[in-house]
């Protein structure tokens, strides 16, 4: 599988600042998260309510040790 450099100059930037490879620009990611702020939203209420998920199998950062 080859790889595209994207800092190269031939890699030409749109208007909005995506990409020629198809790739979303932060206009996409507004809309995106405006589409989806209702789940994001549950999302975080859970974590903030029963914590992340697998958090017991953490090594790294662990209070109490």
């Known amino acids: 599988m080859a790889f595209e450099r994207t800092d190269s100059p031939s890699a030409k930037e749109s208007a909005d600042g995506s ?3 198809g ?4 206009r996409d990611c507004k809309a995106w ?3 989806n702020a209702e ?3 549950h999302y975080n209420d859970r974590i903030a309510r029963e914590g992340l998920p697998l958090a017991r199998y953490r090594s790294f950062l ?3 040790r």
């Open 19 to 21: 990409r020629d490879r």
């Open 23 to 26: 790739t979303k620009g932060p």
């Open 33 to 35: 998260n405006g589409e």
């Open 39 to 41: 789940a994001i939203k």
């Open 62 to 64: 662990k209070t109490g």
